[in-house]
């Protein structure tokens, strides 16, 4: 017992393990209730149900912040981030950790809200009920907190040793910003996916669903013999884990160059996540009319990105600033899509 609390007790990525545990298991208790309560058996989840689940894990993302504040107040984070560990009391360290904390969080659930778009696109392609949807979106969940903690971890480590990587990561950042601005109206092309094309060709797969299974046990046409089948909902699941992948790579250097403080940057992903995915069946209706949002987003990647040059010449740039900045892009790319849209449809 007593080694098992020295374990607990460790300092690892800069919070003791036992605060690591602790948010592992609120996410996986949160999981558990939403599959075992609200998904136990698979159907079309209404406007209503969906916007009291995505409510209730936006809210708690938001009351997380509150544990945050304690955390550093009481000191029990030896924190990686410059910013924090040069605030000169218990109080102005919880309140700067707390700023970016929510920063990192709005801007997370910001760059996420792309993941709709694609994720829409998936399952219109393989023809994916909404009854079924809930169920690849979950299990794409539990691979994200493995990913991420990944890529999170790496990510620590090398801004650690290599603090100029932050100058990299910003002109990343900047990079696909004006790309993504550029090539906002291009939809991806799925049926030449290298990934799709691959799978197709090295699985038997079946043409339609079957049920909410991702592989059935069927008769091979050729062999006659019984063998497993891959179904057109286990490549829906890839390709969202995939865009999942390839989404991380833009968010996670977003994020710390708002912070390199790792707890954060790790509670703030998956509960953004977290607030996405419920969030995804009231907007993956309403897809059409965020047309203007990807420009949003791109001015978002640009700004988070070029903060970090602009900051060696007008100084230090609060949270509250970036986190306003953020607010004040996506509230205007949300409204603006709304209005034009609507004009659109009066117009027709």
């Not at 160059?257 to 969030?279: H, K, W």
């Not at 987003?297 to 953020?326: H, N, R, W």
């Not at 603006?336 to 659109?344: F, G, I, R, V």
Request: with cysteine.
């Amino acid at each position: 017992m007593e080694n098992l609390a020295t374990a607990f007790s460790a300092n690892w990525l800069g919070m003791p393990v036992w605060v690591w545990f602790g948010f592992l298991t609120i996410v996986l208790v949160i999981m558990a209730i939403d599959l075992g309560l609200f998904h136990k058996d698979a159907h079309e989840p209404g406007i209503r149900e969906s916007m009291v689940l995505a409510g209730a894990c936006i809210a708690m993302g938001f009351a997380f912040s509150a544990v945050v504040w304690w955390l550093y107040y009481k000191g029990y984070a030896a924190s990686l981030d410059k910013a924090i560990t040069s605030a000169q009391t218990p109080g102005l360290r919880a309140w700067t950790a707390w700023e970016l904390y929510l920063t990192g969080w709005v801007i997370e659930q910001t760059l996420a809200f792309d993941n709709v778009f694609v994720m829409a696109m998936i399952f219109t392609y393989f023809g994916i009920p909404a009854k079924y949807q809930h169920r690849v979106l979950f299990y794409g969940i539990l691979g994200v907190i493995v990913l991420r903690a990944i890529m999170i971890g790496l990510g620590a480590a090398l801004v650690h040793k290599f603090e100029w990587i932050l100058y990299f990561f910003s002109a990343f950042l900047v990079f696909t910003g004006v790309k993504m601005f550029i090539m906002a109206e291009q939809k991806p092309d799925l049926e030449n996916n290298p990934l799709l094309k691959w799978m197709r060709g090295h699985m038997r797969i079946t043409k339609e669903l079957h049920g909410q299974n991702f592989f059935v046990v069927l008769k091979d046409g050729k062999t006659g013999k019984a063998v497993r089948w891959a179904t057109p909902l286990f490549l829906a699941l890839v390709l969202i884990e995939f865009a999942d992948l390839i989404f991380a790579v833009d968010s996670i250097p977003a994020i710390f160059s708002i912070t390199q403080d790792p707890f954060i940057v790790y509670t703030s992903n998956i509960f953004a996540i977290l607030g996405l995915r419920a969030l995804y069946f009231v907007l993956s209706s309403m897809v059409d009319r965020f047309h203007y949002l990807k420009y949003a987003l791109a001015l978002v990647l640009i700004y988070v990105g070029g903060k970090i040059f602009l900051q060696q010449f007008v100084g230090k740039i609060p949270p509250e600033v970036s986190l306003a900045v953020t607010v004040l892009i996506l509230a205007g790319g949300i409204l603006y899509s709304l209005w034009a849209t609507q004009k659109t449809k009066q117009g027709a």
